[in-house]
């Protein structure tokens, strides 16, 4: 079959079962069945046989709303890769403006010591081990299969992992961080229904639901975080586009942060807050 119509063939059936990006993801495994990137289809015209097989199967699993980085083991985020599969939250674009954040407050120091708390895959602390060599990363995860997917991801990065809670994690560091990110869950209870099938259905539930109104793991790391940094250090965490306000008034409310400002992402949506501990 030629190529382009492979790729038409995929996009249709993508498309009618609700992907919210077909022509890309059909793009994406055909590249991944055939071993090449997604920007050099076009020098390949035909699709053979046993590749076209393999390339139906995994266009079936996508339209059945498996998540496109579990059908191809990757995911990309920032300037750096890393593993996924069954069992860890799979990186979003979104939380790349979050990572940019730290990244960029982690270089503005000399030797600055971080902490990823609920690192997931590992892919913060990675892009933070990445981007600026400097640091002193640490990271924890308290679920075991995601805490797996993490220790294979951050071989070789330099990265402390730990597996642990991250409400106690790190007592050896207190008073010692200079930045803190973390992207916990925030999901409320209520909101199953509306959580997308790629989610709902294949992260796991401990990265995404927080309490009746998904503020709960918020509110500790409200508490840990200032444990954690020194006087004038800084926190920034993810939450949900309609957690705009709630979560500024968290941290502005147990009186031991400054500078509390909420950021929105490319969509103009309300994306992550920061805040830096009172000195």
Same mark, same amino acid.
């Given at each position: 079959?030629?190529t382009?119509?492979?790729?038409? +063939?995929?996009?249709?059936?993508l &498309?009618? *079962?609700?992907? %919210?990006?077909p @022509?890309?993801?059909? !793009?994406?495994?055909? #590249? ?9 289809? +076009?020098?390949?015209?035909e699709? &053979?046989? *046993?590749?076209? %097989?393999?390339? @139906?199967?995994?266009? !079936?699993?996508?339209? #059945?709303?498996e998540?496109l ?6 995911a990309?985020?920032?300037?750096v ?12 674009p ?15 120091l000399?030797?600055?010591?971080v902490?990823?708390?609920?690192t997931g895959?590992?892919?913060i ?13 640490h ?8 805490h ?6 951050l ?11 991250f ?11 200079d930045?803190v ?13 509306s ?25 500790v790391?409200a508490?840990?975080?200032?444990d ?8 920034g965490?993810?939450h949900?586009?309609?957690?705009g ?13 400054t500078?509390v ?7 103009g949506r309300?994306r ?8």
């Amino acid at each position: 079959m030629r190529t382009r119509d492979a790729l038409a +063939a995929g996009s249709a059936r993508l &498309g009618r *079962a609700g992907v %919210a990006s077909p @022509d890309h993801d059909a !793009a994406e495994i055909l #590249a991944h069945v055939l071993g090449t990137e997604r920007s050099r289809l +076009a020098l390949v015209d035909e699709v &053979g046989a *046993a590749e076209l %097989a393999a390339y @139906d199967a995994l266009v !079936a699993r996508r339209a #059945a709303r498996e998540p496109l980085q579990h059908l191809t083991g990757t995911a990309w985020f920032r300037h750096v890769s890393v593993e996924v599969g069954p069992g860890v939250f799979t990186p979003r674009p979104e939380t790349e403006l979050l990572a940019g954040w730290a990244v960029e407050a982690a270089s503005s120091l000399d030797a600055p010591v971080v902490v990823d708390l609920c690192t997931g895959s590992g892919v913060i602390a990675k892009s933070l081990a990445d981007e600026v060599p400097t640091a002193t990363v640490h990271a924890v995860e308290a679920d075991p299969p995601a805490h797996a997917w993490a220790a294979r991801n951050l071989a070789g990065t330099g990265v402390d992992l730990r597996q642990g809670d991250f409400a106690t994690a790190f007592d050896d560091l207190l008073d010692r961080v200079d930045v803190v990110v973390c992207n916990p869950p925030y999901v409320p209870l209520e909101a199953w229904e509306s959580v997308a099938p790629e989610a709902r259905d294949h992260d796991p539930h401990l990265a995404l639901f927080s309490g009746a109104d998904g503020l709960d793991a918020i509110r500790v790391l409200a508490v840990r975080a200032a444990d954690l940094l020194r006087p004038g250090g800084v926190v920034g965490v993810e939450h949900a586009d309609v957690q705009g306000e709630s979560v500024p008034a968290i941290f502005s409310a147990t009186g031991r942060w400054t500078e509390v400002r909420d950021h929105a992402d490319l969509t103009g949506r309300a994306r992550y807050t920061t805040a830096r501990l009172a000195r």
